[in-house]
Structures are given as structure tokens and as C-alpha cells.
């Protein structure tokens, strides 16, 4: 008996806005993918953990997401649960889907990421606490204020931001199902106005509706499915529970606690990874976790993204479907899914060649929790 | 509690473009401040264009009466010979 997790299967639904889908309605729709996509069938699935977005929230009354999704799906699991970690949570739930294979608990475990942010207007301009009073509104402003420090402590310019969005919409350019598939220029980007100064329309993820989802299994099962599997190489979390008044909560990530270590413990270095999925909820997030990562030195994030360095053609492309910034709000899940498409060779017109290792983060909350996953086949 | 002096500097800011709120309508500034003993918190800097805030700016409290509470603000510090003294009240944190 070998009980090794592995990715099995992967599906998404449409993302956009979809005034005429439920959350759950969606969900149901990449789940039913993912399964297809394994090739194995719903009678087979036997547990369910679920990312619900921001908007959806965790909680119906007092109907967890899990259970109300899972009565949907006709499911009576083995194994279940719902995160919540903000942006950390799809990778999250991908952990805690390897942590119940291994630990028997369950055989084939659906991990689904959904929510329909666009139909529940204004839910991701929450005011955050007492500093609401100050006007500080959505996620915009506090990682304006970080990136408004890394201007500071390193002289990173306006345009490596723009770099940064540039590269996004240059990979989205090569993903039919991106949301934004026309090229963005510098000129284009310095026009453009501000939402929360430093930080532009760019610079910012887009909205979306919809849902996706991954299939974990084990080794005993790799017989039965249509696809080859993607392994678990490694992963792990760090999270910064500090405030905004903690010194030094704008200036570093969680992830360079989790990720060196995480790499480490697989015996890569980030030179070996292949295939690089970082959570972009806002640019200057990139930039810190290429710093945190080791892919770039600390402070030197702003020149490594310049002149298309993470684009298609760069050296090391980062978010080849087009990202948070490009392809849509996926949670988290569509990083996930697209590491495992590169990872197969069914990237088609973006395909990295010969791609046999990939790192997939999450990044949430208040720049508080951080997820770590690398893949490989 | 402990009393601090009410002045500090600009430890980052931002510059809200957009209005999210009514009450409070853009453009303004939302900014980190780092009080002289260290303490960091979110405020705003008022009375003063947008355009020269900066990280490092000397900045001192004062306290503006929003919907029936007060809150304390920031504004540059004014450098004259005389002691510094608060204009409208204390801050005890």
C-alpha cells in the first residue's frame, strides 16, 4: 500500500462575472471537471475540503461551507473541513487534502475554491478594524503602505511595479481563458490612474466569479486515472499575526520563513524550480516574495522584473496563465492548476519546455498567513 | 497607561484616489505613523498637501472631532523656539 498524496485531476469553471451563478452553482461545476478531469468518477470521492472567497464567507447561518457544498454534490465524506486564511487558503486546502491521504483518512479528496464577489458588491472594500476610522479600506491600502516602504528602504520605482503587470498581461496574452488578454505598456501603466498611491488599476487583481478545484489521491490509485499525476514535492505555512502597529509588519513577508525551508526540505534550490506561481493580490507582493523566495536578493526585486525578466520570455517566468492580475480571481486554485497543467505539458502556447518542478504560494489576510507548494512530476 | 509626546515621523503613507467611504471622501492620506517611543499606528496626515508627505516627515498630533469622537491626527511638525504644546487635548496611550 503506498499512500503518497498526488495531484490527480484539476477543472475550473467560467471566471468573470456571472450575475446569473451562485457561488456554490459554480463550484459544483469545477468540481464535476475535476473529477472528469482524474478520470475517476463522484462515487469516488470520499472527502471535501473547501476555500470559500471572501465574499461567500465560511458561514450561511449556521451552515458551514463544506456542508453546504457537499449536499450539492451528493457527498456523505469521510473527511471535511473549510479554511480560512484569506488568499493562503486554496494552497491550504491542498495541504490539509495530502496531510488526510497520508493519514488515511480518506482516499480521494476534492479540494474546491469558490465565490462570487461580483454579485456581493463591496465585499472586498471591508474596513479593517479601528484603523477604518483613518479611512484605510480594503486590501489596496495596506499593501499600498508596503509598497510605499519598499520605494523607501530600497528605491524600487513605480515602473518595476508596472513590470510586474506588464509580464501578467503578456502571460494572460497566451491563456484563452484569461480575462485580460490584451498587452499592456509602460506608457499605458504611468498614465493610468492611482487607487491607492503608489499602487494603480494595474497593479491591482482583478474580481472575479467562479470556482476551481483539485483532486488529491494516493499512489495506491494512480492505476485508474486518465492523467499523469503530479506529485507533492513539499510545502508548508508561516503567518505574521502582527499588526499594522508591529514594527516591521510592512517590510517582510511570512514567506521567508516557510519558503527557504520548504525548499530545503525538497532539495531544491529556487534556480531548480521550473515553473513559479505566485499569489499576486497587488504587484509589490511579487516583488516580496521573489525577495523572500530567494529567487532575487532582498531589495533587489524591482531591477530583477525589469525588461520583461518575469514575462514569457524572460528568465524566470512567474504566473504564466496571467495571474490574479491577468487570468482572474481563482483564490488561489487556478496558481494550483496552472502548475500542474505546465507540470503535464498542457500549457499549450505557454508552455514552459521540459517543466518538472513547480512552487505555488499563497499570500492573505492582512499580509498575515502564507502557503507554500512545490509540485513536480 | 502611559503618556507619549504626540510627535513622531512618518513611518510609510498612502494616498486614497478613490473614495470608499462618504464620510471620508479622496483624495486623503492614510499613513503609518512611528510616535518617538517607538509605538506605530495608522492616522492621517491633515492640513498639508498630499504632495509633500514623505517617509522621515516630523509630524505632530491633533485631535479632530469625528462623529462624536475625537481622533487623533497628524500634521507637519511646526519647528519654533517654544516648547511644543498641544493645541486641543493630550494623547495617552
Known amino acids: ?377 | 497607561m502611559k503618556s507619549v509626546s504626540g510627535q513622531g515621523e512618518v513611518f510609510s503613507f498612502v494616498i486614497y484616489h478613490r473614495t470608499y467611504h462618504p464620510a471620508i471622501p479622496a483624495p486623503y492620506v492614510v499613513a503609518s505613523i512611528k510616535l518617538d517611543n517607538g509605538v506605530l499606528l495608522i492616522s492621517n496626515i491633515i492640513d498639508c498637501e498630499p504632495e509633500i508627505v514623505h517617509i522621515g516627515m516630523q509630524v505632530q498630533v491633533v485631535f479632530e472631532q469625528k462623529s462624536g469622537i475625537k481622533l487623533p491626527m497628524f500634521t507637519p511638525t511646526v519647528h519654533t523656539n517654544k516648547p511644543f504644546q498641544l493645541k486641543r487635548g493630550n494623547i495617552s496611550a
Not at chain 1, 480560512?84 to 495530502?98: D, E, F, K, M, N
Not at chain 1, 506608457?187 to 491607492?196: D, G, L, P, Q, T
Not at chain 1, 525538497?266 to 523572500?292: H, K, N, R, W
Open chain 1, 1 to 377: 500500500m503506498n499512500r503518497e498524496a498526488l495531484i490527480a485531476g484539476v477543472g475550473h469553471s467560467p471566471f468573470g462575472k456571472l450575475s446569473d451563478r451562485t457561488a456554490l452553482d459554480l463550484e459544483v461545476e469545477a468540481a464535476t471537471r475535476a473529477i472528469e478531469d482524474a478520470g475517476l468518477s463522484p462515487q469516488d470521492v470520499d472527502g471535501l475540503v473547501t476555500d470559500p472567497g471572501p465574499a461567500q464567507g465560511i458561514l450561511n447561518g449556521i451552515t458551514p461551507h463544506y456542508l453546504a457544498l457537499g449536499q450539492m454534490l451528493g457527498l456523505n465524506p469521510r473527511y471535511t473541513g473549510s479554511e480560512i486564511l484569506g488568499g493562503a487558503g486554496s494552497v491550504a486546502i491542498i495541504q490539509r487534502a495530502v496531510m488526510a491521504i497520508e493519514a488515511g483518512l480518506c482516499s480521494v479528496c476534492l479540494c474546491v475554491y469558490g465565490d462570487a464577489p461580483l454579485s456581493a458588491k463591496g465585499s472586498f472594500d471591508y474596513a479593517r478594524g479601528d484603523e477604518a476610522a483613518f479611512g484605510l479600506f480594503g486590501a489596496a491600502g495596506l499593501h499600498a503602505l508596503a509598497a510605499k516602504r519598499h520605494m523607501h528602504l530600497w528605491d524600487t520605482t513605480g515602473d518595476q511595479f508596472g513590470e510586474v503587470a506588464i509580464a501578467a498581461r503578456a502571460h494572460a496574452a497566451l491563456n484563452p481563458n484569461a480575462q485580460l488578454q490584451q498587452p499592456l505598456t509602460i506608457n499605458e501603466y504611468r498614465e493610468a490612474r492611482y487607487i491607492v498611491e503608489p499602487l494603480k488599476k494595474a497593479d491591482c487583481c482583478l474580481i472575479s466569479d467562479g470556482a476551481a478545484a483539485v483532486i488529491v489521491t494516493s499512489a495506491d490509485r494512480a492505476a485508474d486515472l486518465l492523467k499523469p499525476h503530479t506529485r507533492i514535492l513539499g510545502y508548508g505555512q508561516a503567518h505574521d499575526f502582527g499588526t499594522y502597529s508591529s514594527p516591521d509588519h510592512f517590510d517582510s513577508l511570512p514567506a521567508a520563513r516557510c519558503g527557504p525551508e520548504v525548499l530545503e526540505k525538497t532539495g531544491l534550490a529556487p534556480s531548480d524550480i521550473d515553473v513559479v506561481q505566485l499569489y499576486d493580490c497587488f504587484t509589490i507582493v511579487v516583488l516580496m516574495q521573489l525577495e523572500a523566495y530567494g529567487f532575487c536578493a532582498v531589495g533587489e526585486a524591482g531591477p530583477f522584473v525589469e525588461g520583461g525578466n518575469i514575462g514569457p520570455q524572460g528568465s524566470l517566468p512567474v504566473n504564466t496563465s496571467g495571474g490574479l492580475l491577468a487570468e482572474a480571481y481563482g483564490g488561489g486554485m487556478l496558481h494550483v492548476i496552472e502548475a500542474v497543467r505546465q507540470l503535464r505539458g498542457e500549457a499549450e502556447d505557454r508552455q514552459i519546455r521540459g517543466a518538472e518542478t513547480a512552487l505555488v504560494s499563497g499570500h492573505g489576510l492582512g499580509m498575515n498567513t502564507h502557503t507554500t507548494l512545490v509540485l513536480g512530476v
